[in-house]
């Protein structure tokens, strides 16, 4: 059985900085690449950063030159550097695994979700 098992989230200040962690147990990435989402209290949930299988990162504007996606292949490992952070980053962070081509901020294209882990920043 496939699992996606998300590390590091917790308490930060604004303008700290966080690093989630996420590891496909029992299997590898999907070949139409991973993500992170984030949702916060009383919202959608909502596209944060996609990475391709061959590591072509792309990013939501609200993130973009702050956070940056990377995984590992070989150890099925995936990672968001979080900088700059803002108490509007607060949410629940879900890493996520594509089942098919389409619109990677379309939350129906997923089929394989974390527990999420909470981010919250203080300010």
């Known amino acids: 059985q496939v699992e996606l098992v998300e590390y590091g989230g917790g308490l930060v200040q604004a303008g700290g900085s966080l690093r989630l962690s996420c590891r496909t147990s029992g299997g590898t990435f999907s070949r139409y690449g991973m993500s992170w989402f984030r949702q916060a209290p009383g919202k959608e949930r909502e596209f944060v950063a996609h990475?391709?299988?061959?590591?072509?990162?792309l990013y939501s504007d609200s993130v973009k030159g702050r956070f940056t996606i990377s995984s590992n292949n070989v150890q099925n490992t995936m990672w968001l550097q979080m900088t700059s952070l803002q108490p509007e980053d607060t949410a629940v962070y879900y890493c996520?695994?594509?089942?098919?081509?389409?619109?990677?901020?379309?939350?129906?294209?997923?089929?394989?979700w974390g527990q999420g882990t909470q981010v919250t920043v203080s300010g």
């Open positions: 996520a695994s594509r089942k098919a081509w389409g619109n990677y901020y379309l939350t129906k294209l997923y089929d394989l």
């Open positions: 990475i391709s299988l061959s590591g072509n990162p």
